[in-house]
């Protein structure tokens, strides 16, 4: 099966006039460095690869096997709503809704065992 592409680099990056396009990858890079660590302080990441990833030249990409399956059910919930437009200090505040629907779907979970 076909692994589920989440985001990608290139999709913000190609977006851009030419003068814009090594912002929009910082940016990006950027963005993705604090969602990454939080799914990994949150144990919610299958490996730590995907942050090593963000890393290298190589033009990053989120995917659907990155995460396990509470972090996917967190992405669905969260992922579109996470505000493109905020560089690194402000990812971190835009946290918040990551972390009220992470503690929401860990109760949910333990509730049904």
Known sequence: M????????????????????????????ARYLVLLTFLKESSLLQST?????????NDFVFKRSD????????VKKCHSNWNVAYGQ?????????WKRNLARLRVKHNNSL
């Open 2 to 29: 076909e692994d589920l592409v989440i985001d990608k680099e290139s999709w913000h990056v190609n977006a851009e006039s030419s003068e814009h396009k090594e912002r929009a990858r910082t940016h990006f890079r």
């Open 49 to 57: 690869e995907c942050i090593e990833l963000l890393d290298s030249d």
């Open 67 to 74: 995460l396990t399956e509470l972090g996917f059910e967190l």
């Open 89 to 97: 200090e402000n990812s971190v505040r835009q946290l918040t809704q």
